[in-house]
């Protein structure tokens, strides 16, 4: 079973970055799915990024697009989520997933959380003027 450490989390004014970090343990799924998930109390767990590990291809959901880049280091088996121009309405705990995948558009299409096998603790990001 996979571990993931995130790091990074923490508080920024509007306008403000950050760049959390989740280190995989182990990864046995070469051309596996990684993603970077949020969730607000009393609201679902949505994903704003989403990596395909083989290749680098990359996803993100138009409300974070040109704000947020998701980016990996293979070799560590580490997925990066840059956040630009941060804003209070993505305040949420922010937590890392993984699962296999046999190809970029799997992992584009099986985008629910239910589709994620592996998961890091989250850090909490707090956004406030």
């Known amino acids: 079973q996979i571990q993931l450490q995130e790091s990074g989390g923490g508080s920024v004014q509007t306008g403000g970055f950050l760049t959390l970090s989740c280190v995989a343990s182990?990864?046995?799924?070469?051309?596996?799915?990684m993603a970077w998930f949020r969730q607000e109390p009393g609201k679902e767990r949505e994903g704003p990024a989403y990596?395909?590990?083989?290749?680098?291809?990359?996803y993100s959901v138009d409300s974070v697009r040109g704000r947020f880049t998701i980016s990996q280091d293979y070799d560590k088996n580490t997925v990066y989520l840059r956040m630009n121009s941060l804003k209070r309405d993505d305040s949420a705990m922010y937590y890392c997933?993984?699962?296999?995948?046999?190809?970029?558009?799997?992992?584009?299409?099986?985008?629910?959380?239910?589709?994620?096998?592996?998961w890091g603790q989250g850090p909490q990001v707090t956004v406030s003027s």
């Open positions: 997933a993984a699962r296999g995948a046999p190809s970029f558009w799997d992992c584009r299409t099986y985008q629910t959380p239910e589709s994620f096998s592996a």
């Open positions: 182990e990864y046995s799924y070469n051309s596996g799915c």
């Open positions: 990596i395909y590990r083989a290749g680098g291809d990359t």
